[in-house]
Structure formats: structure tokens, C-alpha cells
């Protein structure tokens, strides 16, 4: 198996104070009146746009919305054969977790980029030519992505 990660941390002030938002958000909605919970209508979900990350020549043919946080896309590149996973936030703000990953299973490959990051977490590239994929984006503990797609036309050849 070759596993090939890049980690970025910011430090354990952020981790603690995301862990203390984290442990005061259920107080929050508690003490919030359950009228105000009732009627508040839900936040139409806006997809994040592609942002290039990956370079020239590389196009989106796939993504996975995560949530409302952002999404994760998938995009091949004709002239080098290489896939590339970006993770993009729907708003940037405040450093978070987000993880870029990409891989196939024969033989097994996985590269990701985790860290804590403002806007997106990746470019992560993989030479897949005839391979199926499997990516996943992760953003604040909410993950999507898809497994063995993408298949190139060669993956019936493969053994």
C-alpha cells in the first residue's frame, strides 16, 4: 500500500477554540426559544464553484456536494492522464479541517492533503489512466465523494 499524505496544522489554540465553539453550540440552541427553532426556515444549499485549483488543461468530470459547506471535485486532464481532487469550501472564512483525497484499489494508492485550511484543501494529483477512482472531500467533519468511478476505458485490460 503507498499512502502519501501532506498535513498542515495551525496550532492547539484553534483546536481549542473550535473544540470550546463545538461544546457551547448545544447550549446555544438550547437556550434558543423553540418558536425561534420552529419557524426558521432552512437555508437554501449553494453549491462552491470549481476553482481552478488543479491548473490548465484539467477539467470537472465529477463532484459531490458536502452539505452546505462546500464540495469536492473530481477532474481529469486528457494531455497528462492524471485526475486531480479539490475540496472547495461554499464560504471561506475561519481556518477549518477539510481533507482532499484520491485513490484507486490495484495496486492500492491513496494521496490526500488534510490540514486546516480557509477556502480549499487539495489539489491531490494521481496518474489513474484506465483505473477507476475513488475521492472524497471532507470539510468539518462532513464528508462526500464517490468510489470507482471515472472508470478509464482501460480498466476492463487491467488485472
Known sequence: MTIIRRATAIGAAVTA????AIALAPAAVAAEPTAQRATAAPKAAAAAKYNGACGGGYSVVNSAQIGTKGTVFLT???????N?????????????????????????????????YTTYAGPVYLDARGLCVTWRGEISG???????TNCGTLAANRH
Not at 486531480?84 to 491513496?110: D, E, I, K, Q
Not at 462532513?142 to 470507482?148: D, M, P, Q, S, T
Open 84 to 116: 486531480c481532487v479539490v475540496t472547495v469550501r461554499t464560504t471561506p472564512g475561519t481556518a477549518v479541517h477539510m481533507t482532499a483525497s484520491l485513490g484507486f484499489a490495484s495496486p492500492t494508492t491513496t494521496v490526500s492533503d488534510t490540514g486546516y
Open 76 to 82: 481529469y486532464s486528457s494531455a497528462t492522464g492524471k
Open 142 to 148: 462532513e464528508v462526500a465523494g464517490k468510489n470507482g
Open 17 to 20: 477554540t473550535a473544540c470550546t
